[in-house]
């Protein structure tokens, strides 16, 4: 079974440009969670997905960040326009049902500049 | 302030010993949850407890509910177990989202 997986791996822009990431659920998982670690932080939720429904937005900084997960399979996050702050790694996580353990993407270590 | 606190921040072994990591938690829980992440690796989880003690291999972890707090224990630590150990609960609510703890960076020496 392949796991979660994340695209890209890195992304490096400038502020005030846009950059989607992408992540791809384990299949068979419904529920889709976002999160962001940025500098010297710990690792915050940022949305979660239940299919395709935002079940759960409180997480999200600002209406810069739309996320996205049409047909309830992968799901996209994009910044626009992205300033300084958002630099992190941003990690994506599913689970079967949301009483299971997540499993967690490789991240996309994002880096505005 | 944090829901979750880990402590150390930073941990440093000599191959062989026994490492305990401990996480304090400020809220009503479902679940508390140990993970592993290597230097450039992902996530991995190694445990999902909501009582008692649970064991895999080296690694033995273990939960109050009274005190609100775990501890993740390795024994005879292997420079394999380098990586930062993260702790993070699950409310129980519909989203059951993760908070974390800032995470405990162990390095274990040859």
């Known amino acids: 079974e392949a796991g979660v997986t994340q695209f890209p791996s890195h992304s490096v822009i400038e502020k005030g440009q846009t950059v989607t990431l992408r992540c791809d659920p384990i299949?068979?998982?419904?529920?889709l969670y976002w999160y962001r670690r940025v500098m010297g932080k710990e690792i915050k939720f940022l949305l979660h997905f239940v299919k395709e429904s935002k079940q759960d937005e409180s997480g999200m900084p600002n209406n810069r960040f739309l996320a996205e997960r049409t047909g309830g399979t992968y799901s996209t996050l994009k910044v626009q326009p992205a300033e300084l702050e958002d630099s992190g790694v941003y990690f994506c996580?599913?689970?079967?049902?949301?009483?299971?353990?997540?499993?967690f993407g490789p991240g996309t270590r994002l880096l505005v500049l | 302030k944090n829901e979750v606190e880990q402590s150390p921040q930073n941990l440093t072994a000599q191959e062989g010993e026994f490492i305990t990591i401990n996480c304090s938690y400020s809220v009503g829980i479902s679940a508390l949850h140990w993970l592993q992440q290597h230097p450039g690796g992902g996530i991995v989880s190694l445990f999902m407890?909501?009582?008692g003690k649970k064991k895999h291999g080296r690694l033995i972890a273990t939960i109050n509910i009274q005190e609100k707090h775990s501890s993740l224990h390795i024994t005879a630590s292997h420079p394999r177990d380098s990586a930062v150990y993260i702790c993070?609960?699950?409310?129980?609510?519909?989203?059951?989202?993760?908070?974390f703890g800032t995470g405990t960076s162990l390095t274990v020496i040859p």
């Open positions: 993070a609960v699950s409310l129980g609510d519909t989203g059951n989202q993760f908070y």
């Open positions: 299949s068979g998982h419904d529920n």
């Open positions: 407890l909501s009582s």
């Open positions: 996580a599913s689970s079967r049902s949301n009483q299971e353990t997540q499993y």
